[in-house]
């Protein structure tokens, strides 16, 4: 059923010691900062960016073609207009994709 594994739980305690040290950290340097400076809030700044890139980038390369289209779609519609309506192509190039080839 369920074994106990003392290193285990060990293991969880420590990256979740390490998690919040990391979370806790950040806060406490922007804090402790009386001016940030321009690199750092221009790092701060594509941090958004960079996160989307390493979520959506490997569904884009490992996905199928209909990922990709609905990828592609989304991503035309979201240069252009609200987020919204790049949910709501994405969405209608896969289910447009899925009825067409019968999945």
Not at 28 to 54: D, F, G, H, Y
Not at 59 to 80: N, Q, S
């Amino acid at each position: 059923m369920f074994d106990f594994n003392p290193h285990m739980v060990l293991l969880i305690l420590a990256a979740a010691v390490v998690t919040f040290m990391t979370r806790i950290g950040g806060y406490i340097l922007i804090v402790k900062m009386t001016r940030i400076p321009p690199r750092v809030e221009a790092a701060l700044n594509a941090v958004p960016a960079a996160v989307l890139t390493t979520l959506v980038a490997p569904a884009f390369f490992i996905g199928g073609w209909d990922t990709k289209v609905a990828m592609l779609a989304a991503l035309l519609v979201g240069l252009r207009y609200p987020s919204t309506y790049m949910l709501v192509a994405g969405w209608i190039v896969v289910m447009a994709w899925r009825r067409s080839i019968g999945a």
